[in-house]
């Protein structure tokens, strides 16, 4: 019976024992890692590790001065008198050539007749516009007078003379072109000091002045820049001494170099003569 107490005694005490062990709970020094099976491995995302927010680093931009910019000289236009007819045309339509008489003699031929009794569809140059060659500033603008009738002349300032041409009509710096059209339909569109462009209208061919058919008259020279003519005139009783005194000037002086129009556009008188010869 001594026994049986005893037993019972020591089986009750190690009940409660068991009853009051308390829990392990896992602390933060404690982890518990789970392996992922192959294929969930396989479809995982990698872990992306974001890359540093760039510094952007601004500097004030001091303004840099404007440079002097070379502006080229513009190009210059060289047009035919007649605008129905192209420079390629002038030697065939050549009425009377350049004939220059000796210095200082008005006789002979001191320009260039352009004219035909029939050319292409055309019985007459009459009324075809005549337009300038070169840009530049009237020089003279007369109406109706003797020998030129309707007449217009153009300066062309040597900066406005291309180059090859000035090597060829042998001008100095402070000299300019002159290019007078005469025998117009009507009086001069323009009048003195008017600035003309290239290929700008001036008139039309006609039968003013000394002439008996329609023709334009193209006289070129070379003198001293920024002449003005405000008349002349010769052979004619009605003329006044100042007209004739300053036609004088204008023809036979040898102040106005007179030379043959058609080195304008490139051509020489004795290379025509010679295509022209049979």
Not at 65 to 88: G, M, Q, R
Not at 105 to 132: C, N, W
Not at 181 to 187: D, K, S, T
Request: charged residues 25%; aromatic residues 8%.
């Amino acid at each position: 019976m001594r026994y049986l107490v005893i037993f019972s005694t020591i089986f009750w005490m190690l009940t409660s024992c068991s009853n009051n062990t308390p829990e392990l709970n896992p602390t933060s020094d404690q982890i518990t890692a789970t392996v992922a099976e192959p294929s969930e491995r396989r479809n995982a995302s990698p872990t992306k590790t974001p890359y540093p927010t760039p510094t952007v680093q601004t500097q004030e931009i001091t303004a840099v001065p404007d440079l002097p910019i070379e502006t080229p000289f513009p190009e210059i236009n060289l047009c035919s008198p007649l605008s129905i007819h192209p420079i390629e045309e002038l030697p065939e339509i050549i009425g009377d050539p350049y004939d220059p008489p000796r210095p200082g003699r008005e006789e002979r031929h001191h320009g260039i007749d352009f004219a035909y009794y029939h050319f292409k569809e055309r019985d007459s140059m009459l009324e075809e516009p005549v337009q300038t060659v070169l840009p530049g500033v009237v020089a003279s603008a007369i109406e109706g007078l003797y020998p030129y009738g309707n007449m217009v002349m153009i300066e062309v300032a040597n900066k406005d003379i291309p180059t090859d041409l000035v090597a060829r009509i042998e001008i100095e710096k402070d000299e300019s072109l002159y290019v007078l059209y005469a025998h117009l339909n009507q009086p001069p569109l323009v009048k003195i000091g008017d600035q003309v462009e290239a290929c700008q209208p001036i008139g039309e061919v006609g039968m003013s002045g000394n002439t008996d058919i329609p023709h334009l008259h193209l006289e070129t020279r070379v003198g001293p820049a920024g002449q003005m003519f405000e008349s002349m005139r010769f052979y004619d009783t009605r003329a006044s001494q100042e007209e004739m005194d300053t036609y004088v000037l204008w023809r036979t002086s040898d102040v106005f170099r007179h030379f043959d129009p058609m080195k304008l556009f490139g051509y020489d008188l004795e290379e025509l003569e010679e295509a022209q010869a049979p």
